[in-house]
C-alpha cells in the first residue's frame, strides 16, 4: 500500500514517523520542509506539493490544522483531482462534517473513498502510537485503513462512531467538555481556594468525590506541579475546536449556552496569552483574576 501524509505538526509528525518505523513506504509533505526531516532520514520520499504526493497514493492521510487547510489542500491545491481511482482520503484532523462533505462529493464522482478518522489523546499519545480514534464513514473503508489506524491509534480503541460526519462530531463533543471540564473545575477551585481550604486538599477531596473528572485527577497535575499548560495543543487550535463545536449545535439546532461561554473564555485567553498558549491557559487566567 502506498500511503501519503500531509501535515506533520504536533501530531502527524510523530503519527508519520510511527507508520514508518512499521514498515509501511510514506510519501510527505507539509508548508515547512523542515517538519519532515526526520522522516526522510527514515527513508521517506518527499512531495513538492499535494497534487504531487496524491498521484502517487493508495491512501492519503491529512492531519491538517482544522477545516480551513482541510478545503485548501485538498480543493485549491488539486488533490481531489490528482488522487487516483480507487484511492482513499482518510482525514484525521479534527475538521466538519460540511467541509468533508462538499469535498466528499466531488471524490465520489471520481471513484475515490473516504474516511474520517479524528483523534484524542495528545502529542504523547501519538508519539506512543496509543492514539483513540473516533471513524466515521463506510466500514470496507475503515477495513482497508484498519492496518494504518491500528499503527497510529490503541487497536482497543479505534472505535467505529457512524457514517460520514459522526467522527467529527464525537471529536467535537469530546473536546467541548473537556474544555467545559476544564473551566468548571477551575472556577470552583478558585473560589475554594479564596475561601481559605488548601489547594492540594480540595482537589483530593474533589477527586474522591462524585465531582471527580479526567481533568481535575490527571491533566490538572501537569498545570499545578510544573507549570505546564500543555503547548503541543495550541490555544488557536482550541479556539477553533470550540468555535466548531458551537457551530455544529447551531446548524443542528440545539440551543448551548454552556459551550458559548466556554469559547468565549478561551478566546479571552487566546487574546490574553497569545495563539501558540497552551490549552489549559485558562487556568492562569482565573489564578490572575482572583490573585493568587
Ligand atoms: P500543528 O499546527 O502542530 O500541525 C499542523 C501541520 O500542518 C503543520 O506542520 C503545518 O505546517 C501543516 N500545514 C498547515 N497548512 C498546510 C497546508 N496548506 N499544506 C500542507 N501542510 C500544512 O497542529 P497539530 O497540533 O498537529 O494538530 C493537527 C490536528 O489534530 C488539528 O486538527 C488538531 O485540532 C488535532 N488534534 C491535535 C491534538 C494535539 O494535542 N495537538 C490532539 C488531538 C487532535
Known amino acids: 500500500?502506498?500511503?501519503?501524509?500531509?501535515?506533520?505538526?504536533?501530531?502527524?509528525?510523530?503519527?508519520?514517523?510511527?507508520?514508518?518505523?512499521?514498515?509501511?513506504p510514506l510519501v510527505v509533505h507539509d508548508l515547512d520542509k523542515a517538519a519532515a526531516e526526520e522522516h526522510l532520514a527514515l527513508g521517506a520520499t518527499w512531495a513538492d506539493s499535494p497534487a504531487e504526493l496524491a498521484t502517487q497514493v493508495d491512501v492519503l492521510i491529512t492531519m491538517l490544522p482544522g477545516p480551513r487547510q482541510v478545503e485548501s489542500v485538498l480543493v485549491t491545491a488539486g488533490v481531489t483531482d490528482a488522487l487516483p481511482e480507487g484511492s482513499v482520503w482518510l482525514d484525521m484532523s479534527t475538521s466538519t462534517p460540511e467541509v468533508a462533505r462538499r469535498v466528499g462529493e466531488r471524490l465520489d464522482t471520481r471513484g475515490v473513498s473516504r474516511l474520517e478518522a479524528p483523534v484524542c489523546g495528545m502529542a504523547k499519545?501519538?508519539?506512543?502510537?496509543?492514539?483513540?480514534?473516533?471513524?466515521?464513514?463506510?466500514?470496507?473503508?475503515?477495513?482497508?485503513?484498519?492496518?494504518?489506524?491500528?499503527?497510529?491509534?490503541?487497536?482497543e480503541r479505534v472505535f467505529h462512531v457512524g457514517p460520514h460526519g459522526a467522527g467529527y462530531a464525537v471529536k467535537l463533543m469530546l473536546n467541548q467538555l473537556w474544555f467545559s471540564h476544564l473551566v468548571a473545575t477551575t472556577e470552583v477551585l478558585t473560589v475554594g481556594v479564596k475561601a481559605g481550604v488548601d489547594l492540594a486538599v480540595l482537589r483530593r477531596a474533589l477527586v474522591a468525590s462524585s465531582a471527580n473528572s479526567?481533568?481535575?485527577?490527571?491533566?490538572?497535575?501537569?498545570?499545578?506541579?510544573?507549570?505546564?499548560?500543555?503547548?503541543?495543543?495550541?490555544?488557536?487550535?482550541?479556539?477553533?475546536?470550540l468555535g466548531l463545536s458551537v457551530d455544529l449545535a447551531r446548524d443542528v439546532g440545539v440551543p448551548v449556552e454552556l459551550s458559548a461561554m466556554v469559547e468565549q473564555i478561551y478566546r479571552r485567553g487566546r487574546a490574553k496569552y497569545g495563539d501558540l498558549a497552551g490549552e489549559m491557559i485558562p487556568v492562569r487566567l482565573y489564578e490572575e483574576l482572583a490573585g493568587i
Do not use: W
Open 1 to 24: 500500500m502506498n500511503v501519503g501524509f500531509i501535515g506533520l505538526g504536533h501530531m502527524g509528525g510523530p503519527m508519520s514517523l510511527n507508520l514508518i518505523r512499521a514498515g509501511i
Open 125 to 155: 499519545g501519538a508519539k506512543a502510537g496509543t492514539l483513540q480514534i473516533f471513524v466515521g464513514g463506510a466500514e470496507g473503508v475503515l477495513e482497508r485503513c484498519r492496518p494504518l489506524l491500528d499503527v497510529m491509534g490503541d487497536p
Open 214 to 241: 479526567h481533568f481535575l485527577e490527571h491533566d490538572l497535575a501537569s498545570v499545578l506541579e510544573r507549570g505546564d499548560y500543555d503547548e503541543s495543543f495550541a490555544m488557536a487550535l482550541a479556539c477553533k475546536d
